[in-house]
């Protein structure tokens, strides 16, 4: 995906917020959840003109918006600080922090990788 170096600056921008909003508000009756849905079944990939979808080989992790939607209420009325909607993807994102750093990188640039090759030179 293109500017994915954004993308993820925008991500890591959005866990710090929620995490020090979440912290600063604690004990006055206001609740803050970060919701960070995986690949949802939307236009989103056509949309952005991307060929064979944003997330290849992840169809396992994909929900449909109605289920992810639903999912997010849930968790926020349960007071959830971090909500990944989808089982497979939630359990995904919970053992992501404990693999080696390393082999995460090495994961992301092979990803990008693909994605440059099926884009072709001229994007």
């Known amino acids: 995906m293109s500017n994915a170096a954004v ?26 959840s970060e919701a960070a849905p995986g690949p949802v079944a939307t236009e989103f990939d056509q949309v952005a003109g991307i060929k064979g979808g944003a997330s290849p080989g992840q169809s396992i992790f994909r929900i449909s918006a109605e289920d992810c939607a639903a999912q997010i209420v849930r968790e926020f009325d349960r007071g959830s600080p971090v909500i990944f909607p989808g089982r497979s993807y939630g359990c995904l994102m919970k053992v992501q922090p ?11 640039a092979q990803a990008a990788r693909r994605m440059r090759d099926k884009r072709g030179p001229t994007q």
């Open 98 to 108: 404990l693999m080696p750093r390393r082999l995460l990188v090495r994961q992301f």
């Open 7 to 32: 993308y993820t600056a925008s991500k890591h921008f959005v866990r710090a917020f929620t995490e020090s909003l979440r912290a600063q508000l604690a004990g006055t009756g206001i609740s803050v």
